[in-house]
């Protein structure tokens, strides 16, 4: 009989702490329910301004050069080189509403890029372009050469036509120096046009002369780019 009580007691004391705890649990609040309520949060990238195109490039529909003045004397006296950049990759994002947002990303393959001009011949070529690969380039070595933007800037000029400025970095031979690319940017369509031109200085990138011929082409410091570059929408 007294372990029966006992039972009855715990029992009671069980059922008073249920009763407080669920009277708590809903006892009436001032606050709203937004104030208790939690929710996920989800990282999410910023969604494209409405008017803001993609637009990848398409390098079989473009042109990218590379120009390399000489400095010696030899065999190729008063002959530049002409650097075809074959293979490329990339993505251009044009916002017309707030060039601001508008950005661009290039990933030239370095093997890709061979000796055009016609004033060599076709072994001067051959010989050039295993020096481009053994010595400048290194390909196996370092097979991509990037851009990325970090800022854009300019103006439109009417429908579809601007004038840019696009800052970002360039990475060659894996060094990285900030650049600036002045670009014509036209619109027609689902197709982008971009056109400029813009340089850089071996020595900031550490790359050697192209010496055809073991030396006997003495390629200048300042090397050009121009580019006519079309992407589609």
């Not at 900030?178 to 056109?195: C, D, E, F």
Request: glycine fraction near 6%; include cysteine.
């Amino acid at each position: 009989m007294k372990s029966f009580k006992c039972l009855l007691a715990i029992v009671g004391v069980y059922a008073i702490a249920f009763a407080s705890l669920y009277t708590f649990a809903h006892r009436p609040s001032n606050r709203s329910e937004a104030a208790i309520t939690f929710s996920p949060i989800e990282a999410k990238a910023a969604p494209l301004n409405p008017a803001a195109s993609r637009y990848r490039l398409d390098a079989s529909a473009s042109k990218f050069m590379a120009h390399a003045s000489r400095s010696g004397l030899f065999w190729f006296k008063g002959h530049g080189h002409h650097i075809a950049i074959r293979e490329f990759d990339g993505e251009a994002v044009l916002d017309p509403d707030s060039l601001g947002n508008s950005s661009l990303t290039i990933i030239a393959k370095s093997a890709s890029m061979e000796e055009t001009s016609d004033v060599f011949t076709a072994p001067q070529k051959q010989i050039i372009n295993k020096e481009l690969r053994d010595i400048v380039l290194l390909p196996n070595q370092y097979p991509e050469i990037t851009f990325k933007s970090t800022q854009v800037t300019g103006t439109s000029n009417g429908p579809g036509q601007y004038d840019l400025k696009i800052n970002g970095n360039l990475t060659l031979l894996g060094v990285t120096r900030p650049i600036t690319i002045p670009t014509k940017v036209t619109v027609s369509g689902n197709q982008l046009r971009a056109q400029g031109e813009f340089s850089i200085s071996r020595d900031d990138f550490k790359v050697k002369a192209t010496s055809a011929f073991h030396g006997m082409v003495r390629v200048a410091d300042k090397v050009s780019f121009e580019f006519d570059i079309v992407g589609a929408r």
